[in-house]
């Protein structure tokens, strides 16, 4: 990628993670309206992958399976109070490789997430 589409790139993090700040302070005054899914552009950034890595070992953890995360096909995000995200996932089970759906929640600038779901798909 060109780098100013990469600083272009980076900016709107920003402004989409201090946005999502902003709506959590507003959502404390007034009741909560949900964001429509936004495509996530770049599926290999660190933040993304994390989140993927995060959905399968969560999904081992309950679920006592072996997955291994391979990589996120495509994804979706939605403000929320936090973040909603919506990956599919390529994983391997043994030697089978499969695509499973998984919505984690994150809070923005904190590290806490959570394993919404997680199905085959
Ligand atoms: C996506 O992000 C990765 C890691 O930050 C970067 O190396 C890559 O160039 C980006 N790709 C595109 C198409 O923006």
């Known amino acids: 990628m060109e780098s100013k589409h990469f600083?272009?790139?980076?900016?709107v993090v920003v402004l989409f993670f201090a946005a999502a700040e902003v709506s959590a302070a507003v959502d404390r005054q007034?009741?909560?309206e949900l964001g429509s899914y936004r495509p996530i552009k770049n599926l290999t950034e660190p933040r993304v992958i994390e989140v993927g890595n995060f959905?399968?070992?969560?999904?081992?953890?309950?679920a006592g399976t072996k997955l291994l995360f391979?990589?996120?096909?495509?994804?979706d995000f939605?403000?929320?109070?936090?973040?909603n995200f919506r990956l599919v996932i390529s994983a391997k089970d043994g030697v089978d490789l499969g695509n499973y759906e998984a919505v984690v929640y994150k809070k923005?600038?904190?590290?806490?997430k959570r394993l919404i779901s997680f199905k085959k798909v």
């Open 7 to 11: 600083v272009f790139f980076l900016s």
């Open 30 to 32: 007034r009741s909560n």
């Open 55 to 62: 959905a399968v070992s969560e999904h081992n953890k309950e």
């Open 70 to 75: 391979v990589k996120v096909v495509k994804g």
């Open 78 to 83: 939605q403000v929320v109070s936090g973040l």
């Open 108 to 112: 923005p600038w904190q590290s806490y």
